[in-house]
């Protein structure tokens, strides 16, 4: 042994580590037996694994099972990682053993080593504090990877893509204000249609993402029942009275959100489903994202040869070979996204359904993909909302054109002149490349008649904007907030999925 490595024992012998390492043994046979990817789980859970630490000690010490000064130093060595100071000394592959022991152990290593330190010992102490015995004290990798899950979910959900998200909306209807007074033609099967306004087209897309973004909300309840004390397959074994209520409360105040207890602790060891709803809500996004993405690409393709509606911002070169070439860069860096939160959602489904007796063993992979697919979302949402939606401009000349010469407009006089002539009106212009008024004037129908009847600014007027009585506008609050601070510190129970109640 040199220097500067350090003998650490397991229950299967002795393993060398490097001296300066906060973790132990077991760490050290996870990072030699899974060189799989390099990849790690997320911040996001190495901090939701502190905060289930931190809680559990605070627990024991305030339940009188865990003397002050060791939980103390627990709770001290726990705020570290959740303020990631030891996000380096977490070196487990994703790919790992089944539910996530190595990962857990991880945790517990690092957090025994640092609070050992922290009481004059040395890191890999384990006579002042034990990783097992008094770091995973009344836990168990099948209830804390779990846990985990959903608090570093939740938060992402809470502080990232949901402001995300609502600022999205905000930049969607602000341009729809600004292009409520621009006449565009409108499009089904990619072919003209009616006339519209082009600000109708982006409150459109506005609603559309502001309802999946109370859907995922509503989704994300589901999220909040936690069941921390239930240990090893969900009886609790090895917890003292009352555990689980005080550790749940103490995640609920530390994090600001309403975690509680399950209402049957073998339900939550059994099944991570709430986390497969969740990202199948998180995927719906992403198909509606994608739908948004691909009509501005339309409407701004161009500039001499395409739709070219609208401008997007010009945000870098479009091509290394084409001078002066800008693409819609923002757009397709969005669909990428959306195609690989879909991908992430087809693996935390099928992890999903990989459950066996009382346990799903694939929580590990099911927890990377689904915050990875959290974390690009909102980071993708929040580039596309301030480098490409704040910045669009409307072409008003190209939409008006595009309005004026669409032969759609042709429905317009079926009131006038009925759907047989209104046909021949149109076959006519094709035929000879007129406008429809002129195609009229020439079949002998009344001037008078088809300029009142094919007035676009009067044609894109909505004909009814009200919503039927009693359905709240997309604007309303929708009741209880899954992302609220709980109003006190106890846990509380989350709204209803369906109802909201």
Not at 313 to 339: D, R
Not at 468 to 481: K, L, V
Request: one cysteine or more.
């Amino acid at each position: 042994m040199t220097d500067a490595t350090r003998i650490a024992r397991d229950s299967l012998g002795e393993v060398r580590i490097p001296k300066s390492a906060y973790y132990g043994a077991q760490t050290a046979r996870a990072i030699e037996n899974f060189p799989i990817s390099g990849l790690r789980l997320p911040r996001a859970f190495i901090r939701a694994q502190g905060i289930i630490k931190w809680a559990a000690a605070r627990a024991h010490a305030e339940l009188g099972v865990m003397e002050t000064q060791k939980a103390e130093a627990i709770c001290q060595a726990a705020r570290e990682v959740i303020e990631g100071k030891l996000d380096d000394q977490f070196r487990v592959d994703v790919y790992q053993a089944g539910a996530g022991t190595s990962q857990n152990m991880n945790a517990n290593e690092v957090i025994a080593s640092r609070a050992a330190e922290l009481l004059g010992g040395a890191r890999g102490d384990y006579s002042l504090v034990h990783p097992n015995d008094d770091v995973n004290r009344s836990q168990s990798t099948n209830d804390t990877i779990h846990v985990a899950m959903q608090i570093a979910g939740m938060e992402l959900l809470a502080h990232q893509l949901d402001p995300a998200l609502a600022r999205l909306t905000d930049a969607l209807k602000q341009k729809g204000n600004e292009f409520m007074d621009v006449v565009k033609s409108g499009r089904t099967h990619l072919q003209d249609a009616v006339p519209m306004r082009l600000g109708d087209e982006f409150y459109g897309y506005a609603h559309n993402i502001e309802r999946h973004r109370r859907w995922l909300e509503q989704a994300a309840a589901n999220l909040l029942p936690i069941g921390l004390g239930g240990n090893a397959v969900g009886t609790g074994i090895n917890t003292p009275p009352g555990f689980a209520e005080a550790a749940v409360a103490h995640i609920a105040q530390f994090t600001g959100l309403a975690f509680c207890l399950p209402e049957n602790p073998f339900t939550f060891n059994q099944n991570p489903d709430e986390v497969v709803w969740v990202s199948a809500a998180l995927r719906n996004l992403a198909l509606a994202l994608q739908r948004i993405a691909n009509d501005l690409r339309l409407l701004s393709s161009g500039p001499r040869t395409g739709l070219a509606e609208i401008e997007l911002p010009a945000v870098q070169p479009g091509s290394s070979i084409m001078p002066g070439k800008v693409n819609p860069v923002l757009a397709e860096m969005l669909n990428m996204v959306m195609y690989q939160v879909q991908g992430c959602d087809t693996v935390v489904a099928q992890a999903g359904g990989a459950g066996q007796l009382e346990l799903n063993v694939m929580m590990p992979v099911m927890a990377a993909n689904f915050l990875h697919e959290i974390q690009i979302l909102a980071n993708a949402v929040e580039a596309f909302t301030d480098k490409c939606v704040r910045g669009i401009r409307a072409n008003r000349d190209r939409c008006r054109s595009y309005a004026e010469h669409s032969l759609s407009l042709a429905t317009a006089l079926n009131v006038e002149v009925g759907y047989d002539t209104a046909s021949r009106i149109v076959k006519h212009a094709l035929a000879h490349n007129l406008s429809l008024r002129d195609a009229g004037v020439q079949l002998g129908i009344d001037a008078g008649a088809l300029d009142r009847a094919l007035d676009v600014d009067v044609l894109s007027q909505v004909v009814q904007r009200t919503r039927p009585q009693g359905n709240p506008s997309f604007d309303a609050p929708q009741g209880t907030s899954a992302f609220s601070r709980p109003q006190s510190s106890a846990p509380a129970q989350p709204p209803h999925p369906e109802t909201g109640d």
